[in-house]
């Protein structure tokens, strides 16, 4: 597992929003590729100096990844040594969550 952006473990906190789509008025998040074979590019944009939570989880939940990013940053995800799947992508800024599945093949 690599990543490449400034790391800080933070919680996403139990009284979040949820929010279908991919962007609100306060960040956006995106990966490309999707699906991807090794690695994906996990691209953050926030339109506000804030801070975002940044949590990769497997489909059963466990955590893989997580950092703090205060601003907008392209994040590198080797996915080396995890099998293929379905990965979860949760990104917080100010109580509102943005999910993404995040598909691994080959």
Known sequence: LHIV????????????????????????VYNSPNPFIRSTKIVLCMNKNNAAV?????????????????????????????PNGVYLLYAEINKILIKRKLIKVG
Do not use: H, R
């Open 5 to 28: 952006a400034e790391s800080d473990n933070l919680q996403i906190s139990q009284n979040s929003t949820p929010v279908s789509q991919e962007s609100t008025n306060e960040f956006a």
């Open 54 to 82: 940044i949590k990769l989880l497997n489909i059963d939940g466990k955590l893989i990844f997580s950092t703090n990013m205060k601003e907008n940053k392209v994040l590198l995800w080797d996915s080396k040594g995890l």
